[in-house]
């Protein structure tokens, strides 16, 4: 292999890994910062713990306060409520501590299925190894694996999910169909 082919190569894969980086970027900024807050479904694990705690009716006003408060907040509720909520392991209850904004749709099974999207693309179009083609299905296995522990977990409910897998899917199409981003993922340099 020529050295301008490894750098024609490497070139190529730099700009494809700017561009992903870029695009999941601003994705993500805009289903955090725009489509949650305007869709305002509370998380299942919320939901889940202040019905445990007898406290459901104050759901609507919990969601009126700051991420920070409402982490305060769930973080003290479960530290006062250990017998409640003792047989639930401590690194489900940090998570969900931590994960303190709106639920739909799930940010982590849209990146995950948008990412299988276009690694799915370039390994069954792939030129230099067709042998790989065949195994162009894995990375759905992983997405699907991605969706699934996020309502294990109660983190997002099976609409969340399936939401954040269809838009991942659906942006992850129109990605690859812009010419010259196919052209980045499938140019034999």
Aim: with cysteine; glycine share 6%.
């Amino acid at each position: 292999m020529s050295h301008k082919s490894v750098r024609g190569k490497t070139e190529v894969f730099l700009k494809s890994v700017f561009s992903l980086c870029l695009f999941f970027g601003v994705l993500a900024y805009l289903n955090e910062h725009y489509t949650k807050p305007i869709l305002k479904l509370q998380r299942p694990s919320h939901v889940f713990m202040l019905r445990q705690t007898g406290q459901l009716r104050s759901i609507d006003s919990l969601y009126k306060l700051s991420k920070d408060e409402r982490r305060i907040y769930f973080e003290n509720l479960l530290k006062k409520n250990q017998a409640a909520f003792g047989n639930i392991d401590h690194e489900i209850q940090s998570h969900w501590i931590k994960e303190s904004g709106f639920s739909f749709p799930s940010g982590h099974t849209f990146n995950a299925f948008l990412f299988a999207m276009i690694i799915s693309y370039a390994v069954r179009f792939n030129r230099s190894y067709p042998q790989l083609r065949r195994l162009f299905f894995v990375p759905f296995v992983w997405a699907l694996i991605v969706g699934v522990s996020r309502v294990a977990i109660g983190a997002h409910s099976a609409l969340d999910v399936s939401a954040g897998a269809a838009a991942g899917v659906l942006i992850g199409w129109l990605f690859l169909y812009i010419d010259k981003t196919r052209h980045w993922l499938t140019r034999k340099t």
